[in-house]
Every structure is written in structure tokens, then in C-alpha cells.
């Protein structure tokens, strides 16, 4: 929870920064898990109440996707889906168990 605060207040104060020095806003993206993701978050460690950017998420996919051996061993773009990767990219009544890496990260 520190280290989220910590993440959220260095965001803030870089944004700060860079609005004074050029007189501009920059807006940053950023994405909250909800409940249907919030599975992926627990297995891996992290907050499931922080705020993340892009960059943020595709190095936790790509961590969990190699902690767990999940790339395809012939198509490394190709990622097999375990149970919870299903669980967080998928609505209920869709399925599949391989998606396309970048496919991940758009879901």
C-alpha cells in the first residue's frame, strides 16, 4: 500500500514538474483493476485498490506469463491461458485457452 502511495504521489509530482516547466498539462493513462481482474493482481502481488499506467500492466502480464511458463514453446507471440488469466480476460460465456500476446493487453 506504501509503495502504491509512493507510485501515485511520484506520479503526481512528475506531472507537477513537467506542467510547470512548459507551462502544459500532461495527461496520464491510467488503469485500475476491477473485480474481474483482480484475481491476476492477488496471484501476483499487487494492489488490487492502486492506479497503474500501460507500461506498468504489460510488465506484470509479461512477468506473470514467464513466471508461470505460459508462453507457447513453438510461437513465442502465441500465450497459452491458465485459469487465471481466463478468469481476468474473459467475460463469462467467452473461452479460449491461447491468445496472441498483444491480444492480452487490449482485453
Known amino acids: 500500500m506504501e509503495q502504491d502511495a509512493a507510485r501515485q ?3 503526481e509530482a512528475e506531472s507537477s514538474q513537467a506542467a510547470a516547466s512548459a507551462n502544459t498539462f500532461e495527461i496520464l493513462e491510467a488503469y485500475r483493476p476491477n473485480s474481474t481482474t483482480a484475481g491476476l493482481f492477488e496471484v501476483v502481488g ?3 485498490d492502486g492506479y497503474y499506467t500501460l507500461y506498468e500492466l504489460k510488465g506484470i502480464l509479461a512477468g506473470y506469463i514467464k513466471e508461470k ?3 507457447d514453446t513453438r510461437n513465442q ?3 497459452r491461458l491458465d485459469t487465471v488469466l ?5 467475460k463469462k460465456g467467452e473461452e479460449s485457452d491461447r491468445l496472441p500476446r498483444d491480444q492480452i493487453i487490449e482485453r
Do not use: D, G, I, S
Request: hydrophobic fraction near 55%.
Open 86 to 90: 481466463q478468469e481476468a480476460l474473459f
Open 9 to 11: 504521489a511520484r506520479v
Open 46 to 48: 499487487k494492489p488490487k
Open 77 to 79: 507471440k502465441m500465450v
Open 69 to 71: 511458463q505460459l508462453a
